[in-house]
């Protein structure tokens, strides 16, 4: 089996740099598995690394697209597959670096992905393929209770007032004419029977830092894209689509869900382009609205970051974990201390990497920090399919809203959480000097 290395973890935190030390001690070269970054130029917006900080390491399918075209899993997973064929027999390290998770996973497991697509093009992927005007005019409230008829899984999952979930829930019924939840009881079953085979042998480091941490590193970094050129690779992405040269059907909408028209920043600052070109605001204005979508974009990154960390804790740990084999090994590398790089994570990585091409025995990946040792718990890390299918609500015994109503948690998470609130430590306070008194009144009336 090939050997590979993957590096995994959230936008800004240094995956790039790590790939390049990795491949510099080992003798490697990159792979990159970032969506945004196959397409040429525009190296501002898509993240990638500077060419002089790259320190002459190759990095293949990075900088090879034209911005209106796109490329599918499908067709990373081949090229990429070809490009470790290649390194392989050269005697160097691939080494992946990752920012699109499918891509990622598609690459290290064999049969998970295209089930996975399928399905997941059923109820999660958005827009829906077709929008159901007859839905859109229904109100919440009566698309739900539809839910509850037609599939109670789904609707149990689904907050009553998340109407956009409860819509394509109903969607997935009208258009494929299947249950959502009984396909993803099908895909669990799936998995369950196959298991996923792993594809190389790989070692995966996911680079980690805590959200205190990271989310101020992030926010400065769209400070310094913004002063680096952003705007400009913005307005060329613009004059694009107002040329025409990018092909667009339908509307506005659609566009930010491709290619590279799906990049942070982009749809972002459309507000403040749109002004800047319709020059319908006088400058303070036009300050404030850039300043709002200043905001914005930092907004969505920090989503964006939470989302991966999401799927590698609900996606991929579960698949590595699941798995008989150990063909795929997770390192979690702290990255919250900058200062703490080259021990933290550069030497541990190149420490480690050595070992696995030696053959040598591996660290346990628990050891190897505290952080690792919380984040790579087995207990509440759950594949998607098996939260949905296990959801519980919880009602509240002594909580009441204002309108006397009871208080109703959807899911495990949200009831913890309600659990330590002051909400809830007030309502059981109160309820024991309710009882206190009632007993003393009772107390009273037998002497
Ligand atoms: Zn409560």
Request: glycine fraction near 6%.
């Amino acid at each position: 089996m090939q050997k590979i290395a993957t590096i995994i973890g959230t936008t800004g935190v240094g995956k790039s740099q790590l790939g390049v030390e990795l491949c510099k001690a080992l003798g490697g070269q990159i792979i990159n598995a970032d969506a945004m970054q196959v397409y040429r130029g525009l190296d501002i917006i898509t993240n990638k690394m500077p060419l002089n900080e790259r320190q002459g390491i190759p990095h293949h399918l990075m900088d090879f697209l034209d911005p209106e075209e796109e490329y599918k899993v499908t067709e990373f997973k081949r090229d990429a597959t070809q490009c470790i064929d290649q390194l392989t027999k050269e005697h160097q390290l691939p080494v992946v670096v990752g920012g699109t998770n499918y891509y990622v996973q598609s690459l290290l497991y064999q049969n998970s992905l295209i089930k996975d697509e399928q399905t997941e093009d059923a109820y999660s992927r958005s827009p829906s393929p077709e929008p159901m005007p007859e839905l859109d005019a229904l109100q919440t409230t009566e698309l739900y209770s539809r839910l509850q008829e037609i599939d109670p899984i789904m609707a149990n999952k689904w907050h009553p007032s998340n109407r956009r979930k409860i819509i394509r829930s109903l969607q997935v019924y009208y258009q494929i004419g299947r249950k959502q939840s009984d396909i993803i009881k099908e895909q669990q079953e799936h998995h369950q029977i196959h298991g996923s085979q792993a594809r190389f042998k790989s070692l995966v480091f996911w680079l980690y830092a805590d959200p205190s941490k990271l989310n101020p590193r992030l926010d400065d970094r769209v400070g310094t894209m913004i002063e680096t050129g952003l705007f400009d690779e913005i307005k060329q992405l613009r004059k694009q689509v107002l040329l025409g040269q990018v092909n667009i059907p339908g509307q506005d909408l659609e566009i930010y869900q491709r290619g590279l028209w799906q990049a942070i920043g982009y749809k972002e600052f459309d507000p403040y382009f749109t002004a800047l070109e319709t020059n319908s605001t006088d400058q303070d204005g036009l300050s404030k609205i850039r300043e709002e979508c200043t905001e914005r974009m930092k907004a969505a990154t920090r989503r964006y970051a939470k989302r991966q960390v999401q799927w590698i804790r609900n996606k991929l740990l579960p698949t590595v974990w699941n798995s008989q084999k150990s063909d795929v090994m997770v390192y979690l590398l702290d990255a919250g201390d900058l200062k703490e790089w080259d021990t933290n994570v550069r030497q541990k990585a190149i420490e480690i990497t050595k070992a696995f091409q030696a053959d040598e025995e591996l660290p346990v990946p628990q050891d190897l920090s505290e952080t690792a040792k919380t984040m790579l718990t087995r207990n509440h890390i759950q594949d998607t399919q098996t939260r949905i299918l296990t959801w519980k609500n919880h009602t509240c015994p002594v909580c009441k809203t204002d309108k006397g109503d009871q208080v109703i948690l959807y899911g495990d998470i949200e009831w913890e959480q309600h659990r330590k609130s002051r909400w809830h430590r007030k309502s059981i306070k109160n309820k024991k000097l309710e009882e206190i008194k009632h007993k003393h009144s009772l107390e009273g009336m037998v002497s």
